[in-house]
């Protein structure tokens, strides 16, 4: 029988011809919490090397270099690769759903984006304020300023881990990171191996995945494909919610070290999906979404000097085989330390040219263009040996914003060796995309909507106080974190004309509204031992706007929390749980249709088996109940689980 076959065999084993849901819920939750209880004991009166606990995370968000967690000048949550697989997720927007400030919920729109996912509040299908970055290329599309999240060329096994920086940080990513900056970095090849995952579950789910990868000290190359099958949610009264997805995904990532200081790497992928449209029983989405990056890193001396040269990217429509996005990326970036390496400064520079080619959403100008250039400079000095300062600033010229500046102070004082307080303050701005400039669009006999080339970008003003600290020989993580900010500009659709005696609303943006958001968040995190932890975080926040609009004032839990752990166990057993409760909250989609969203639980799960360099495993999403609804599409999202298998020669894992 072969590895499919057998999934699926061992998939409707545990559906309900067997075993009923509620069945299959009891049993998640009994063995994960067994296991973990078992776990954390045992790690406890066991004698762990702390070498483990020794070594800080690296970040590289905050400040454009490597830099160790604890003196970045932002609230950041690092997300790695044993997460990753401890969490079972199948998508890779649930990774992130049980981070601190974070707002994920299962939302379908028309134009095929299936997620939404935003920093610290203002969700929405495209969330105009979150810069998205792969490997250090921007994967946000410029027509709404939104990331097509199903649509992304990456990889869940080949995530080396993700780095989640909340609050403004335009200076140094542009404008459309005025909320927050999400970086996926995969992982540079670094061993000989063959690698295959497999699984299926519920809903029709099938996940099968392969990669190869050869490395040596001069080069090495990875290559990774992953298909991905599933039939979708349904609507609460069960009838289909077309909203299927067949998904491919291929990559490849390799580097060549030709001289000592310098290192040259090449990326390249493309997602090949077709997907129903949620509400559209009568059509689908055949999308085509293809990169190609390369990037040469020199070390002269004391600085580095990094350029990033044909970055491109290009989303096509299969079945009209028009290209919906054709973008160009060029970047320069030189970094540098001095004065015995207590001044850090890093400057540099891009360019990107962007052509979108949509007849239907720009009727009578379907050709549309955007050209944005941007200079940005980061200066970070340690004054004493407790203080530090850090201040970046950015310019950038665009056709759909005109010139901008963005800008950033924080200050650090390190209260003691493994303890460091921060204050800054920060200006962002987001540009409109060009969809709302531009505009001309009907998706119905009675409804127009048309842009207005006047618009401007929205600016974000944030204050925050933070604090992070390690305890007991660095085990325990603490994280707290208070912000205010105030939105203006921002953007909202109005009416501008109705047309009789034949009905037709003809609406258009404007910049006519201010949100204040207030908010903090608190995250701790204890490790037992390696592979072996728990956690928990909090978050509260809330909107007002000049308006009152419940739409702004309700469009977030004012409370989220979150809890779990992860444990590698005895003779290969391992286990996972991860918790979370989110407040009440609205819903808004497009053309301002609102749906009040009942506060809920979310349960995910996962217990694998490892037996020599492979390994079996069950996971779970979803698990406290059979449905519920997160987003104004109004799909149940229903209780998943799935049976896996995952096989490895060579490496070192």
């Known amino acids: 029988m072969g590895t499919s076959a057998y999934i699926r065999k061992v998939v409707i084993e545990i559906e309900p011809q067997g075993v009923d849901d509620m069945k299959v819920k009891k049993l998640f939750a009994v063995i994960t919490t067994f296991a973990l209880f078992t776990g954390q004991v045992r790690a406890a009166t066991t004698d762990d090397t702390l070498e483990f606990f020794q070594e800080e995370a690296k970040v590289v968000t905050a400040s454009r ?10 609230a950041i949550t690092v997300i790695t690769a044993e997460d990753i697989e401890a969490s079972g997720a199948v998508n890779l927007w649930d990774i992130m759903r049980f981070s601190p400030g974070m707002d994920i919920s299962e939302g379908r729109a028309p134009q095929g984006n299936r997620a939404i996912v935003s920093v610290r509040g203002f969700p929405k299908f495209f969330v105009d304020s979150l810069q998205v970055l792969v490997d250090g290329r921007s994967v946000y599309t410029p027509v709404d300023s939104g990331v097509l999240w199903q649509e992304l060329p990456v990889q869940l096994e080949d995530i080396d881990h993700i780095e989640i920086a909340r609050g403004p940080n335009a200076a140094l990513y542009g404008s459309n990171a005025a909320q927050g900056t999400i970086n996926i970095i995969t992982r540079r090849p670094d061993q000989n191996v063959l690698a295959a995952r497999s699984r299926a579950g519920n809903l029709n789910l099938r996940r099968e995945s392969a990669s190869a990868e050869r490395a040596s000290d001069k080069a090495g190359f990875r290559v990774s494909q992953t298909y991905l099958r599933h039939d979708g949610f349904d609507a609460p009264s069960g009838a289909d919610g077309h909203e299927f997805v067949n998904s491919n995904v291929a990559s490849l990532r390799g580097f060549w070290k030709p001289a000592a200081g310098t290192d040259a ?19 689908r989405l055949d999308t085509r979404d293809r990169f190609a990056m390369a990037k040469i890193s020199q070390d002269i001396g004391s600085t580095t000097a990094d350029l990033m040269v044909a970055s491109k990217r290009e989303l096509r429509d299969v079945a009209t085989q028009h290209s919906l996005l054709d973008q160009n990326d060029v970047e320069v970036q030189h970094r540098l330390g001095w004065w015995n390496n207590r001044v850090h400064t890093t400057w540099g520079g891009s360019f990107r040219n962007a052509k979108v080619r949509d007849a239907e959403l720009f009727v009578g100008s379907p050709n549309q263009r955007n050209i944005t250039w941007r200079g940005f400079t980061d200066q970070t000095i340690k004054l004493l040996n407790r203080l530090t300062l850090r201040g970046a600033v950015s310019f950038e010229d665009s056709d759909t914003g005109g010139q901008l500046s963005a800008y950033q102070v924080a200050t650090l004082y390190r209260l003691a060796p493994h303890q460091m307080v921060r204050m800054s303050y920060s200006m962002a701005p987001t540009l409109p995309g060009i969809f709302f400039q531009h505009a001309n669009f009907q998706p119905s006999p009675l409804v127009r909507v048309t842009g207005n080339p006047t618009l401007d970008a929205t600016k974000v003003r944030s204050v925050e106080l933070g604090y992070r600290g390690f305890f007991d020989q660095r085990r325990l993580e603490m994280d707290t974190n208070v912000f205010y900010s105030v939105t203006s500009n921002i953007k909202v659709e109005e009416t501008r004309a109705i047309f009789f005696p034949t009905f037709r609303l003809d609406t258009t943006f404007r910049n006519n509204n201010r949100i204040l958001s207030r908010g903090s968040e608190m995250a701790v995190k204890y490790h037992f031992g390696a592979y072996r932890s728990v956690y928990a975080n909090y978050t509260y926040q809330t909107l007002s706007d000049d308006k009152g609009l419940l739409t702004v004032t309700r469009a977030v839990p004012e409370h989220k929390f979150n809890v779990g752990g992860a444990a590698r166990l005895w003779r290969g057993l391992n286990a996972s749980v991860n918790a979370g409760y989110k407040d009440g909250y609205l819903s808004t989609g ?11 639980w979310r349960v995910d799960a996962r217990v694998g088996y490892k037996i020599g360099t492979g390994e079996i495993f069950l996971a779970g999403q979803n698990l406290t109940r059979p449905q519920h609804i997160e987003a104004v599409d109004g799909l149940a999202v229903s209780r998943t689980y799935q049976a896996g298998v995952s096989l490895q020669l060579g490496g070192s894992k």
């Open 265 to 283: 790497e090449i990326m390249a992928g493309g997602a090949w999906n077709q997907m129903g449209r949620a509400g559209y029983p009568d059509t």
């Open 65 to 74: 270099y490597e830099q160790p967690i604890s003196e970045s000048s932002m």
């Open 590 to 600: 497009f053309n301002s249709n609102t749906i009040p969203i009942s506060s809920y």
